[in-house]
């Protein structure tokens, strides 16, 4: 079973930059897409940024050797606060299935 650890969130003032950082516990994140999610109370789970269509404020980044994909957020907005979740789909190898794994979510508070 592979894990996913979140770290970097906190509070931050608008106009502020922030980098969420999010480590397997297996070499994993070098076999597939990686994308950050972010959820907000009372509303479905949104796609932020993915290794497959990285632009914008929000990037997405990855380690390889550190096992590692990050979330660099800039000039961050009141509306951008939630919870940001990693999540990573995978195939390690050709005759495995595609895998997804998911963090357990850190909280992003921007300041007005």
């Known amino acids: 079973q592979v894990e996913l650890v979140e770290s970097g969130g906190g509070l931050v003032q608008s106009g502020g930059s922030l980098r969420l950082s999010c480590t397997a516990s297996?070499?994993?994140?070098?076999?597939?897409?990686l994308d950050w999610y972010r959820q907000t109370p009372g509303k479905e789970r949104e796609l932020v940024t993915s290794?497959?269509?990285?632009?914008g404020r929000f990037t997405t980044t990855r380690d390889n050797d550190k096992n590692t994909m990050y979330l660099h957020m800039n000039n961050l907005k009141p509306e951008d606060t939630g919870v940001y979740y990693c999540?990573?789909?995978?195939?390690?190898?050709?005759?495995?299935?595609?895998?997804?794994?998911w963090g357990q979510g850190t909280l992003v508070t921007v300041s007005s």
């Open positions: 297996r070499r994993i994140l070098r076999f597939g897409t």
């Open positions: 290794t497959a269509s990285n632009k």
């Open positions: 999540h990573a789909r995978v195939k390690p190898a050709i005759e495995s299935p595609w895998l997804e794994y």
